[in-house]
C-alpha cells in the first residue's frame, strides 16, 4: 500500500488543523492505520490509531480529548482532526498502515506498521 498525507501547515495555538492520508494499493480496510509525529532531536511517536472497521481508536495521553482519529474505508483515507492545538504539537506528522487479520485491534508501536507515508509538517506558532 502507498499512503500520502496531506492537510499540514502553520496555525496559532488554540487553532485546529486535519490531516489526511490517502491510500492505495491493497484492501485499505484489511489495515490498521495510525498517526505518528517527530518533534526535531526527539523520537518518533504515537498519536492515534484506528481499528479496521473504524469503531476502535486509541490516543496518546498527549492529545486525548484534543485530537480525532478516524477513517473512511469507501474513500480509502484516514483523518486527524486536531483542535486545541498547543506548541508542543509542533511536529512532522505520519500516516502509517499495518495489515492484520484482528478486526478490533489498534496498534500503538512504529514497529508493528510495516508502511509508511511521506510525511507532512505541522507548525504551531504562538
Known amino acids: 500500500v502507498q499512503l500520502q498525507a496531506s492537510g499540514g501547515g502553520l496555525v496559532q495555538a488554540g487553532g485546529s488543523l486535519k490531516l489526511s492520508c490517502a491510500a492505495s494499493?491493497?484492501?485499505?480496510?484489511?489495515?490498521?492505520m495510525g498517526w505518528f509525529r517527530q518533534a526535531p532531536g526527539k523520537e518518533r511517536e504515537i498519536v492515534a490509531s484506528?481499528?479496521?472497521?473504524?469503531?476502535?481508536?486509541y490516543y496518546a495521553d498527549s492529545v486525548k480529548g484534543r485530537f480525532t482519529i478516524s477513517r473512511d474505508n469507501a474513500a480509502n483515507t484516514v483523518f486527524l482532526q486536531m483542535s486545541s492545538l498547543k506548541l508542543e504539537d509542533t511536529a512532522v506528522y505520519y500516516c502509517?498502515?499495518?495489515?492484520?487479520?484482528?478486526?478490533?485491534?489498534?496498534?500503538?508501536?512504529?514497529?508493528?506498521?510495516?508502511?509508511w507515508g511521506q510525511g507532512t509538517q505541522v507548525t504551531v506558532s504562538s
Open positions: 502509517a498502515a499495518s495489515p492484520t487479520a484482528y478486526i478490533r485491534r489498534t496498534f500503538s508501536r512504529a514497529r508493528e506498521y510495516d508502511y
Open positions: 494499493g491493497r484492501a485499505f480496510s484489511d489495515y490498521v
Open positions: 484506528i481499528n479496521r472497521g473504524g469503531g476502535t481508536t
